[in-house]
């Protein structure tokens, strides 16, 4: 089952994705996923807490225009989660990493493949002493969690 959703997106930034599309030979959905997977590598640079969401500057209607992209479930959580953590809308995340990170990713298709395709995403819930807590994993740990945990009370549900 995949996600079908829409992002509010600037010309400018629409025709680099189309362009980028065109000349890798992939989907735009796939050139999305790759910059938005190459831009959580830098997540220290953009997480930000205890603030508004904030989205794209203004522009005129006339530049705007709806993007539908399709995701796999766990993909569509990975994105929406930098909303939570960025504190920056989905579209505004693209806008972003197309400006910082496009011109890696098509260097990177081109010549070996695509290395920051979206991977190892993980949501956990677990319990401790009466407290949900909610885990997320932007990637494999090299240790089992429960190696990590000294707390005998936790409880993966």
């Not at 995701?71 to 806008?95: G, M, T």
């Not at 972003?96 to 190892?120: C, F, M, P, S, T």
Request: contains cysteine; hydrophobic residues 35%; glycine residues 2%.
């Amino acid at each position: 089952m995949y996600i079908v959703t829409t992002v509010n997106i600037n010309i400018v930034i629409l025709t680099r994705i189309s362009q980028a599309s065109i000349l890798t030979g992939t989907s735009k959905n796939c050139i999305i996923s790759s910059i938005l997977r190459r831009f959580a590598y830098d997540h220290e640079k953009y997480e930000k807490s205890w603030s508004r969401v904030r989205y794209q500057n203004r522009d005129i209607k006339e530049n705007w225009r709806n993007l539908h992209i399709t995701l796999r479930p766990d993909e569509y959580e990975f994105f929406i989660d930098f909303r939570k953590f960025y504190k920056l809308s989905v579209s505004h995340c693209i806008a972003i990493a197309v400006k910082q990170y496009l011109d890696e990713i098509i260097h990177k298709i081109i010549n070996r493949g695509d290395n920051y395709r979206y991977k190892n995403y993980t949501i956990s819930r677990i319990l401790i002493n009466g407290v949900i807590c909610w885990m997320q994993y932007w990637g494999a740990p090299n240790k089992l969690f429960s190696q990590h945990c000294q707390n005998k009370s936790i409880y993966i549900t």
